[in-house]
């Protein structure tokens, strides 16, 4: 064999290699390889009053150097409020979509919403699946429901994403003339910032979405008691009652003026309300008068380094404390913290008090100032009850229980003509209906003399006032 016929040989392979590189770039391409969207969210921030559709659109990217397949899917098919149309045909469900390489197709999506009709949620949620092998990734589809005021966090990063609805020196009112729902993280009071929340108002919050009012802003949640403010999840749906995180907390830095919650409602959140100086313990107070703070899947009130009042407040079925306090000043009269929370092991005892606290970067330790008069601490733990105190002797620690009902297995020295270890007698611990049943050892043994005169229904008091929230009458 001549060299020339090695050389041509030779050339001859490599010619071969070189023209099959394109077929085996094209068979080589990973089956399970993500594709790219041109957004990862599709918003329909129209607010309708009436009947109506809107038509919003995003791309399905194939990066690669050869075409690709794809199966596109709308999650909630054929009775979803949303439909959509892949590259210029209609239908729910698309398989084997071709995509040539380093090209793209469009994914038209339309809503079709009755703001009007009350079993629409307040936020209209689905998603549209795509599939590449065993990749698996969605599109989340997100439009307003009823007829509500939204406010759509667009500031922050991360979990501590906001939208700044009162600023500096402002002041917001908001009104019962629809429902606000709150989405994609909170809604802040600036510092200086003032909201005002009228009776009869109910405020929504989607999942991880929140109050928060920021050092020296200030609220003024005052209902009444026929009209409460609701602070709540904003699933509508039965089904949900027993998710105790539909939405993250309330969220107040203390200032220097006072802070007012009055026939207020809050449920179903991760911690009810979280009350924190950002500083030193300042001269403005939280101010909680007929309250209920329930069904939390962590505490139903979180306070660190700040001052509150409270009477005549439900806390209950918190899977944390109903009340952890730490650093302050703190004058409760006429609770009902009563902690049967079923739905996990719970640990913490229905009130924790100390003179410090980590947020897990540092230790503080500060004086704490308490008083319990005439509440109800209980449930399902045989301590419902904890006091802790810092090493530090020249910190002060005071916790004063006076004609209290509690379960606890120790004599806490601040415990002052207190009923320990007697079952309150509550019409049902399921049912969270803390009345007091006939014959409860609660009944006419409170403190006389406190200033609270009403009950949390806005029942009258005696001259003999019972333990707790709730004032025993004929019903």
Known sequence: ????????????????????????????????SPVQFSTNQVTFDTVFTTVGSVTQNFRIYNPY??????DVDLAGGQHSAYSINVDGVAGYSFQDVLIPPKDSIFVHVKVNINPNDQNTPFLVTDSVIVRH????????????GQNAHFIVADQGSGSLRYKIIAREHETVHWTN????????????????????????????????????????????????????????????????????????????????????????????????????????VLSGRTILKQCTIHNTQ????????????????????????????????????????????????????????????????????????????????????????????????DVQMQAVFENCLVRSSTQYEGFDNCIRNQDPMFESNSGQNYHLKAGSPAIDAGKSGTGVLTDITGASRDSHPDIGAFEAVAR
Request: proline fraction near 2%; charged fraction near 15%; hydrophobic fraction near 40%.
């Open 177 to 280: 003339d629809l429902p606000y729902v709150v989405y994609g993280g909170f809604a802040a009071v600036d510092s200086l910032g003032t909201l005002i929340i009228d009776p009869g108002t109910t405020v929504y919050f989607h999942s991880g979405a929140g109050l928060w009012v920021y050092r020296y802003g200030n609220i003024q949640a005052v209902g009444t008691q026929e009209q409460p403010i609701t602070f709540r999840g904003d699933k509508l749906s039965s089904w949900y009652e027993t998710d105790y995180a539909q939405w993250d907390r309330i969220w107040i830095n203390e200032g220097t003026v006072d802070n007012r919650l009055e026939h207020v409602e809050i449920s179903n959140a991760f911690i009810g309300l979280q009350v924190e100086s950002l500083s030193e």
């Open 133 to 144: 092998g065993s990749s698996v990734q969605d599109v989340d589809l997100v439009a307003f």
């Open 298 to 393: 962590n505490s139903g009130l979180l306070a660190r380094a700040v001052n509150i009042t409270a009477e005549n407040c439900q806390i209950s079925n918190n899977g944390s404390c109903g009340l952890q306090l730490s650093i302050g000043n703190y004058d409760f009269k006429h609770l009902t913290v009563a902690n049967y929370f079923s739905q996990s092991g719970r640990k913490n005892p229905a009130v924790y008090v100390s003179n410090f606290y980590s947020d897990n970067v540092y230790n503080y330790v500060g004086h704490t100032a308490s008083s319990f008069t005439n509440c109800i601490i209980y449930g399902m733990l045989e301590d419902e009850v904890a006091v802790a105190k810092t090493s530090d002797n």
């Open 1 to 32: 064999m001549s060299l020339l016929h090695h050389i041509w040989k030779f050339l001859s392979v490599g010619i071969c290699c070189l023209l099959l590189i394109p077929s085996c770039h094209k068979i080589r391409v990973d089956e399970n």
């Open 65 to 70: 150097n050869s075409e690709i397949k794809v």
